[in-house]
């Protein structure tokens, strides 16, 4: 089965710049999307495409793809900030079409 | 707004079937694809399954395969989910996801609790 792999937990304190990666083989053919979901929410997209930020979605956050790493970028983290992230994508034979990171928690110490 | 409020959760002995239904509104519903998403107590997101806009094509998730089978009706704006031999490893909480296409990304609902117990 196709796995994308992300750490556990990321601790970070305000105002700094929290990274959170994710690897997966077929990532330099399928792009990447994060999710963020905090206690008792549904989750809510913040990057599609590897890089691109919806509407709404404030400039702290960026994405980026490097090989088989694509990577989420919190600069300036805020106490908000503190929640669960996950990375989507898809292997490159159809054979899984939608898979998921196993999350990231972000402490805002 | 785009809103997508999923219903038919509930508490189920194992071995039994459920039906779990989404009710989309706030966007042209057989224009997009839809996915169910579960997410086990203190657990991660799991894709369970999706289905093309004029139901052409179903994918499943490994782990339900055989046992669920995901259907639309784009007439009443609404998407199913029918999960027969229910596990306790099915117990979760399941959502709704609208795919936006061209690598837009997903719009979530709230969720349906699943409860598989005796």
Known sequence: ???????????????????????????????????????????????YKDSERPSGIPERFSGSSSGTTVTLTISGVQAEDEADYYCQS???????????????????? | EVQLVESGGGLVQPGRSLRLSCAASGFT??????????????????????????????????????????????AKNSLYLQMNSLRAEDMALYYCTKDMGFGLGWVWGQGTLVTVSS
């Open chain 2, 29 to 74: 519903f057989d224009d997009y694809a839809m996915h169910w998403v579960r997410q086990a107590p203190g657990k991660g997101l799991e894709w369970v399954s999706g289905i093309t806009w004029n139901s052409g094509s179903m994918g499943y998730a490994d782990s339900v395969k055989g046992r669920f089978t995901i259907s639309r009706d784009n």
């Open chain 1, 90 to 109: 898809a292997d490159s034979s159809g054979a899984y079409p939608v898979v998921f990171g196993g999350g990231t928690k972000v402490t805002v110490l």
């Open chain 1, 1 to 47: 089965s196709y796995e994308l792999t992300q750490p556990p937990s990321v601790s970070v304190s305000p105002g700094q710049t929290a990274r959170i990666t994710c690897s997966g083989d077929a990532l330099p053919k399928q792009y990447a999307y994060w999710y963020q979901q905090k206690p008792g929410q549904a989750p809510v997209l913040i990057i």
